[in-house]
């Protein structure tokens, strides 16, 4: 039995959110299943030093152009909310809470939490968003809320986010299959030949 | 009749070269020619304050991996030359030389450099290797080797990368259809789709 794919991503990344819609499907094909890792772009961009995207000079109207283009090319619904990049600490923080507890459950939020922001335009750094999403799932949004105030899961999140760096997730999407990284959306393309071949 | 399609590129990015391999036969596959036009990313860079990418922290090792990987996955020769990256102020100046007095041989010169620098692993900085590529094909290597020395030559290069600057190219390759620009080797798929459905 393989190891799943690790699949790191931020939900306030557009080609992280593109890749979630297919990534699932594409391993699926191949018999793979994918563990998903919500990080912190902030956190590890403090460690290479990079920029937003959207802040680099130049290449922030391009990514704007790319990103809904690149949506379309790969036939995603796709709007840039008006409110971005934004915080994504209390998603992600919850997405571990509930990952811990119904994996399949923290699957169904995740993608709840990608499509109220980047179809529905919902401000997902805002916690109230965060425990609706996850209610609207049948999560009792009174021990969630707790556990977002926690020290606990603060901790867990940073936990995570160190592993990740450590491993060299400078950016995301960023997909590991077997050892071997994949860095961008516009990988796909690559990722499903190393499936198909088992390397090349 | 449609305008040529431009294609921006550094004699020196890995990604421009597997574009290089490519973009003429997909736009002729469209009844489309192609405007090269080499640029040099270390004065683009100074504008963006971005940094090379094998330079960039963490992204350094994955970049090296992956032309590597993505020259396979394109099915193009490649190996990373010792010395890298390196300045291409003398084949960009050549080209431009060459194209005005003859632009299919400066076609010709310019897959001669980055067959040279990535195939065979020469040192494409060196003028003396840049004539010799030069006068391989047919080209008066004195005459050239005067042009090179001269102000005027000069000049003209840094006018074209100071038009591309303002024209908004801030990496390389970067590919512009009809207005719509494409940034990266990678979006070889967005722009065959392009040209297929004239955008999408």
Request: charged letters at 25%; glycine letters at 6%; hydrophobic letters at 45%.
């Amino acid at each position: 039995m393989s190891e799943p794919i690790e699949f790191y991503f931020d939900f306030s990344s557009p080609y992280s959110y593109l890749a979630s819609e297919k990534i699932d499907a594409l391993a699926a094909k191949h018999g793979r299943k994918v563990k998903w890792k919500p990080i912190l772009l902030g956190i590890v961009f403090k460690t290479t030093g990079a920029v937003p995207l959207t802040q680099a000079p130049m290449k922030g109207d391009y990514s704007r152009h790319d990103f809904e283009r690149s949506a379309r090319f790969l036939d995603v619904p796709f709007k840039l909310p008006e409110k971005f990049p934004v915080a994504t600490q209390a998603a992600a923080r919850a997405y571990y809470w509930l990952h811990d507890r119904d994996c399949a459950l923290a699957r169904r939020f995740a993608h709840a939490v990608f499509c109220a922001f980047y179809v529905a335009g919902r401000d997902i750094s805002d916690t109230a968003t965060v425990l609706n999403l996850a209610a609207a799932l049948g999560v009792n949004e009174e021990e969630l809320a707790t556990a977002l105030a926690g020290q606990e899961l603060k901790d867990r999140l940073r936990t995570e986010v160190e592993a990740a760096i450590a491993r060299g997730v400078f950016g995301a999407p960023y997909i590991v299959i077997d050892g071997e990284p994949f860095w961008g959306a516009d990988r796909l393309p690559q990722i499903e030949q190393w499936l198909e071949t088992g390397g090349f």
